[in-house]
């Protein structure tokens, strides 16, 4: 079944080329026969690999995206940006002992932040960057790790920072800080983790894995889940 | 009555104890000091560039902030903004003129926070808690202190960015006495130094300690000379400079006597009645408590 | 002290006015009193004094910019409060900087400070110190 499908101008290193309106940067750009060795990863939005800057004709506004999410728009001049270098501080965290200005410690740079907002602007996942910088330069750390959990570290607020600061690198010593150090042990974790240990679930798994292909599918259909 | 309230950065990490002391004594003033909702680092020390923008941004984020709290109805008309860091005072204060004094400044920063927030509209005052206490009257604040400082020898540590430059000083600064009369209306001795003014070195504690040292030694040690048993301020810089490096100053002068530094708003609590838990006493780095307890005062 | 004779060209003239325009300050008005060597705190630490800085700027002479003066000067404005023609003698010192920091010349030595002494550092002395001394 062929369907109509409209094409859209985009340009790639300068270049114009015709492509298929459906397409995501990524595949529009393997359309056009680029292939990708790097800057390409899961494909679906994890990994941050394929970070991407682009621009719309008659707009001047640097716009961000993942390459494998934004669909092609008539007229975007693309640039695909496969790593941003940064210098991750070296820290052994079972030896951190955390305090007020930790992040300050390892990242004193934190402290050149201008609250221009740019981070926020380049950030693919519409997280809100300079918010959690600031946070990181208040010494609320769980703020840092709360503001920052769907970051990929795709590198662009990185490479727009006039600070010269790498968010991404903060944001990460703040969530391993925070799960180590401060926040609430998950107490029923802990007690399920020991019933295990205790074999109370043995009888269980002993029965599932006995089942056939077929009988596990009936039981997992038929499953209940108790609140 | 209520202000909108800019601590800074430092006074939620290191100097937690100037701004608890200060929110607590200014509340049984009856004064709620209400902190921004939200608030960025003020940025720190003012750009003196005549074509700075950027710089620009942090402050009119802060003080645009402060016309949005007003917008919503929690500040009654109140656009004046309390700061208790000398640094942020000055910053926030020059970074005010500097935006309202040139609008092709202001229509830029509007166009670099129009995806953030209302641009500021230039109607925020920038004031130190200090003016605040005089406007209301050093007599009123005497006549709530309940445990009066007994005439402890305190010196007023001024610093630089509270008096200078001239038209942002918040008294005079060849004869500032602004903060000799909150000493007075708390019952201690103020001990006036002639260094009160003279610069701790500011920002050079970082990579050049040495500038440091120097400055703290010779205004600690005049105002022990002079008879101070302790230094007050307002700036947690120089509280860092004056404060922490002592440690530094008595290693490299044999026979330096250190000496506890507090914040004013410390003292105030104190007197006010309050508690020594709310003063924050302990964070100081030269306890001032032994001192405190041997005159009765704890 | 040896007499030097200076010549001014456009150079000087150009390097002069950039002073001028960045600091905005009208340094002509500048008559060589040095109040303001006598006020600054850190003239120990200084190779040329903020008075000798003016007149430089005054004269245009770019090796001006290799002093070390402006980055001892810690801002403490007692030069502009003394100065009697209103000038700001701290904003000349910034534009002195900022004409170095724009040219990618960093000052800060962040990298020379070891994790000890960051760690005891407030915020604002980093803040403060990067402001003035990074690029």
Redesign the interface.
């Known amino acids: 079944m062929n369907e109509e499908v409209s094409t859209v101008t985009i340009y790639v290193i300068g270049k114009s080329y015709q492509v298929p309106a459906n397409l995501a940067i990524m595949k529009a750009m393997e359309f056009i026969g680029y292939k990708f060795v790097r800057g390409c990863g899961c494909r679906a939005a994890f990994c941050g690999a394929c970070a991407t800057l682009y621009r719309l004709k008659g707009s001047y506004k640097l716009q961000a995206a993942l390459a494998c999410q934004k669909l092609v728009e008539d007229g975007m001049f693309i640039a695909t940006i496969p790593f941003a270098p940064s210098d991750k501080r070296i820290y052994e965290l079972d030896r951190i002992r955390v305090?007020?200005?930790i992040l300050?410690?390892y990242y004193?740079?934190i402290?050149?932040?201008?609250?221009?907002?740019t981070c926020?602007?380049a950030c693919p996942q519409d997280l809100q960057v300079?918010?959690y910088v600031?946070a990181a330069?208040?010494?609320?750390i769980e703020e840092v790790a709360n503001l920052s959990f769907d970051c990929l570290s795709c590198g662009l607020c990185a490479m727009r920072c006039?600070a010269e600061i790498v968010p991404y690198n903060v944001a990460q010593l703040a969530r391993r800080l925070y799960a180590k150090y401060l926040a609430e042990t998950s107490e029923h974790l802990v007690k399920r983790l020991q019933e295990s240990k205790e074999g109370k679930f043995d009888e269980d798994m002993r029965i599932l894995k006995s089942l056939s292909k077929d009988e596990l599918r009936k039981v997992y259909e038929k499953r209940e889940i108790r609140v | 009555m209520r202000f909108a309230y800019y601590p800074g950065c430092t006074l939620k990490t290191n100097a937690k104890s100037f701004d608890g002391s200060a929110i607590v004594a200014m509340n049984s003033l009856g004064v709620e000091l209400l902190e921004l909702p939200k608030w960025n680092c003020c940025g720190t020390v003012y750009a003196l560039a005549k074509d700075d923008v950027m710089h620009y941004i942090a402050p009119a984020r802060i003080l645009a902030r402060v016309e949005d709290m007003n917008k919503q109805g929690v500040l009654k008309k109140n656009l004046r903004l309390v700061t208790l860091c000398a640094m942020c005072y000055n910053t926030l204060k020059r970074a005010n003129n500097g935006i309202r004094g040139d609008p092709e400044r202001m229509r830029k920063l509007h166009d670099i926070m129009v995806d953030k927030e209302q641009p500021y509209e230039g109607k925020t005052e920038v004031i130190h808690l200090l003016e605040l206490l005089r406007e209301a009257g050093f007599e009123r604040l005497a006549e709530q202190v309940r445990k009066p400082l007994k005439r402890l020898r305190i010196a007023p540590y001024y610093g630089c960015l509270l008096l200078r430059p001239k038209g942002f000083s918040i008294d005079n600064p060849n004869r500032p006495s602004i903060m000799e009369d909150l000493l007075e209306a708390l019952g201690a001795e103020p001990v006036e130094i002639p260094y009160k003014a003279r610069c701790c070195g500011a920002y050079h504690t970082v990579e050049r300690k040495d500038i440091v040292v120097e400055a703290a030694h010779k205004i600690l040690e005049q105002a022990g000379k002079m008879g101070a048993e302790m230094i007050t301020l307002a700036c947690p810089l120089c509280s860092f400079n004056l404060s922490e490096r002592q440690g530094e100053v008595k290693r490299r002068y044999q026979g330096f006597k250190e000496m506890p530094v507090v914040y004013f708003t410390q003292l105030m609590a104190l007197a006010l009645g309050l508690g020594e838990d709310v003063c924050g006493l302990d964070e100081n780095h030269v306890d001032p408590r032994p001192l405190l307890r041997s005159r009765d005062l704890m | 002290m040896a007499s030097q004779t200076f010549r001014l060209s456009e150079k000087n003239k150009k390097f002069s006015s950039k002073i001028r325009g960045l600091s905005g300050e009208e340094i002509d008005l500048c008559f060589q009193c040095g109040g303001c060597s006598s006020a600054c705190p850190m003239t120990t630490y200084m190779d040329l004094l903020p008075s000798k800085i003016i007149r430089l700027v005054q004269l245009g002479d770019e090796g001006v910019l290799k002093s070390l003066t402006p980055w001892v000067c810690s801002t403490c404005l007692n030069c502009t409060a003394k100065c009697p023609r209103g000038i700001d003698i701290a904003n000349v010192m910034e534009a002195l900087r900022q004409t170095l920091l724009r040219s990618k010349f960093d000052h800060s030595r962040l990298d020379d400070l070891r994790m000890e002494e960051l760690r005891e550092m407030p915020p604002i002395a980093l803040i403060s110190s990067l402001r003035k001394f990074s690029a």
């Open positions: 305090s007020p200005n300050l410690e004193p740079e402290a050149r932040c201008l609250s221009c907002n926020t602007k300079m918010d600031q330069l208040k010494g609320d006039p």
